[in-house]
């Protein structure tokens, strides 16, 4: 399956980059049970050690403990939504200073004439709840966010 080897790329990649040491080890991982379909960012949730993914295309939520993706789509959420919804080319990083994964902006449904979504969502682990920023950037067609070198913010950029 082309997806699952997307993400299983993107998941070796995320982790060789959270590696601090001088020489890494590789292997593969024998997964069982259903994998994310979608593409989408990956990030490190270093508070709870996994890594988190939402497939915007499916509106799931997904994290990887190390042995198996995990479904972790809540039920509901404040304000009856129950995540950002669908969409690609957002942008997602993870919070260490607040222990929360912030996604942001992106493309909505629609295409061939897209709206550009400007909306913020934060994950805790459990529930998605949406926020307020001020000075949000102007989205573009794709939607990329890193962390600052001190970690203190994200730094993102709109193409």
């Given at each position: 399956m082309p997806t699952r080897s997307l993400a299983l790329a993107a998941l070796t990649l995320?982790?060789?980059?959270?590696s601090s040491a001088a020489q890494v080890t590789r292997s593969q991982v024998a997964t069982t049970g259903t994998?994310?379909?979608g593409l989408g960012p990956i990030v490190y949730d270093a508070r709870r050690g996994v890594l988190v993914h939402y497939d915007g295309s499916a509106s799931r939520t997904w994290e990887w403990g190390g042995s198996a993706w995990l479904d972790k789509s809540p039920a509901t959420a404040p304000g009856g939504s129950t995540s950002p919804g669908s969409r690609y080319n957002f942008g997602m990083v993870y919070?260490?200073?607040?222990?929360?994964?912030?996604?942001?902006?992106?493309?909505?449904?629609?295409?061939?004439?897209c709206p550009r979504l400007t909306d913020t969502w934060e994950w805790d682990g459990s529930t998605w709840r949406q926020v307020a920023y001020a000075g949000a950037p102007v989205v573009g067609s794709a939607t990329h966010i890193l962390p600052s070198p001190d970690h203190a913010r994200g730094l993102a950029s709109s193409a």
């Open positions: 995320a982790v060789l980059a959270l994998a994310p379909r919070d260490p200073a607040r222990g929360r994964t912030v996604l942001f902006g992106g493309l909505g449904p629609g295409c061939p004439f």
